[in-house]
C-alpha cells in the first residue's frame, strides 16, 4: 500500500459532502517503538467549490464506512479519439 506524503492529491469522504479533493498537508505514523501502532492518519486542506476546510486526524478507508476517512483517486483511463 502507498503512504501519503504531504502535497498528495487526496478523495476525502463524509457524511454531509459528495467526494471531494483534498491535498495532505501533515502526515502522522506511528512510531517504531509503540506496543500497539495507530493507523497512519493525515491533515488535509479540503477544497470545496466555495472555499475550503482543513481536517484532522483523518484515517485511510479500508472497508465499507465511508464518513471523514480518505482514499486514493481513481486512476482514469486515457481516452483518446
Sequence with gaps: MTEPTVG???HYLTYRDPCRAAIVTSVTRSQPYDLEPE???VT???LHPGGMSFAA???QQDGPDCVDLWHWPSRCRDVTT
Design 8 to 10: 498528495a492529491v487526496v
Design 44 to 46: 488535509l486542506t479540503v
Design 39 to 41: 493507523p497512519t492518519t
Design 57 to 59: 486526524g483523518v484515517r
